[in-house]
């Protein structure tokens, strides 16, 4: 946990930092993927997109995923960039960040190839 001091003339008063922030004098900012009280939390997106106080913004979560703490993968039919993608192919061959995904029988080996598809 950390406190922050507090000093007013005679005595020292010590408090628990705002949530973003920590050190002795809570004037320390989070620093990523750490946020939140005490930095407990992690942000599961980009540096730039993730807020020391409040975490990820749905809005700004990482390619494939969503939610307040961008942790929820895209469901299927969506993907992309804030779900906002649809895949036109099964569940199964549905990839939550790049989309359909096909497979493609060459020389006897099966491979995975991401869709073209915009």
Same mark, same amino acid.
């Given at each position: 946990? %950390?406190?922050c001091s507090i000093a007013n003339w005679a005595y020292? %008063? @010590? &408090?628990? /930092?705002? *949530?973003?922030y920590y050190g002795d004098q809570c004037n320390k900012t989070c620093r990523h993927p750490n946020y939140g009280h005490n930095c407990q939390l992690n942000c599961m997106c980009e540096e730039d997109q993730?807020? *020391?106080? &409040? $975490?990820c913004d749905g809005k700004n979560c990482s390619t494939g995923y969503y939610g307040s703490f961008c942790n929820r993968k895209c469901r299927y039919p969506n993907y992309g960039k804030r779900c906002q993608s649809e895949c036109l192919c $099964?569940?199964? @061959? /549905?990839?939550h960040? &790049?989309? /359909?995904?096909?497979?493609?029988r060459a020389l006897g080996i099966m491979t995975y190839i991401p869709?073209?598809? *915009?």
């Amino acid at each position: 946990m %950390h406190f922050c001091s507090i000093a007013n003339w005679a005595y020292i %008063h @010590q &408090t628990e /930092c705002l *949530p973003g922030y920590y050190g002795d004098q809570c004037n320390k900012t989070c620093r990523h993927p750490n946020y939140g009280h005490n930095c407990q939390l992690n942000c599961m997106c980009e540096e730039d997109q993730c807020d *020391p106080i &409040t $975490g990820c913004d749905g809005k700004n979560c990482s390619t494939g995923y969503y939610g307040s703490f961008c942790n929820r993968k895209c469901r299927y039919p969506n993907y992309g960039k804030r779900c906002q993608s649809e895949c036109l192919c $099964g569940n199964e @061959q /549905c990839d939550h960040i &790049t989309g /359909c995904v096909w497979k493609r029988r060459a020389l006897g080996i099966m491979t995975y190839i991401p869709s073209e598809m *915009p």
